[in-house]
């Protein structure tokens, strides 16, 4: 299996995409985590622990597969009872016992971190209320111009975003298919009359004739909270970006010991 091996401020440079972070925002603050056990899976940053927690959850398992990450998150969430963290590999292990799962394991390239592993895994444990859960996918490729700086400079002066900018000296933007940016323009290459090719649950196996035909890569995905995707994220967002994300964001930064 191809794991994306990630650095703490490359984890920290996705919450910057805010299309990204409010979609998880947005459904981890709607009321579904009340009461719950969420399971975190592949925590990475620690976000969406942080966002399960102000949605109310009792209790959150953060799993990730990286002991670093992992060392991370017990600093992070050290001082809260409700936090527990959980050194596994998602694809092969037991998966700790919840009432919600939520991942964000799609990756640029949808295959990246074993997402098909991983839903098997769960499946074989009888794990079905996981989300994100739906997938359109399309053939296609994604490439970006220069990074759109937000434009909220009440926002960018706050001085925890600011020391958050420069903790995070290597900034890399994230959720995007780059490779010699910052020259090129947004190139969104969709086929015409049809622009998503497949929807997928991905709790069932991703069918074969599906799975020949993307390329790593080369795949342009939506991903769903619901089946509608009135909540959703995508891999062609021009402004990911952009520090305005609508979570209670600097709250979560304060939480991250930068020193
Ligand atoms: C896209 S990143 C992080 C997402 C995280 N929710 C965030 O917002 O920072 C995916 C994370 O999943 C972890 N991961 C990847 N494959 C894994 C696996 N097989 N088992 C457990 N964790 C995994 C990575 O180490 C990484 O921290």
């Keep these: 299996m191809y794991l ?60 990730d597969i990286s002991s670093e990450i992992c060392d991370y998150l017990e600093s992070v969430f050290e001082h809260d009872y409700r936090v527990s963290v959980c050194q596994l590999d998602l694809c ?14 799609i990756g640029n390239a949808l295959y990246g971190e074993g997402i098909n592993e991983i839903f098997a895994n769960m499946r074989s444990q009888g794990i079905g209320n996981i989300y994100p859960r739906y997938a359109r996918v399309t053939n296609g490729y994604v490439t970006s111009g220069k990074p759109k700086p937000s434009d909220n400079m009440d926002y960018m002066l706050r001085s925890e975003v600011i020391d958050f900018i420069q903790y995070n000296e290597h ?5 995007c298919l780059i490779h010699d940016w910052p020259d090129l323009d947004w190139n969104f290459a969709l086929p015409e009359n049809n622009p998503w090719l497949w929807l ?7 069918p074969d004739r599906v799975k020949d035909q993307l390329h790593p890569g080369d795949v342009i995905w939506e991903v769903g909270f619901d089946n509608q995707f009135k909540n959703s994220y995508t891999n ?11 979570t209670p964001y600097i709250e979560f930064i304060k939480c991250c010991n930068f020193n």
């Design 200 to 206: 997928l649950d991905l709790r069932q196996p991703v």
């Design 236 to 246: 062609v967002n021009p402004e990911c970006n952009n520090w305005n994300t609508r």
């Design 4 to 63: 994306v091996d990630y650095t703490i401020s490359q984890l920290h440079s996705l919450i910057g995409d805010w299309a990204r972070t409010n979609a998880y925002a947005d459904f981890l603050l709607s009321g579904v985590c009340s009461g719950k056990t969420v399971v975190d899976c592949g925590a990475g940053s620690g976000v969406c622990t942080y966002l399960a927690l102000r949605g109310g959850a009792r209790r959150v398992i953060a799993c």
């Design 92 to 105: 092969n292990e037991q998966i700790p016992e919840g009432d919600l799962y939520i991942h964000e394991l």
């Design 171 to 175: 900034y890399e933007w994230s959720n």
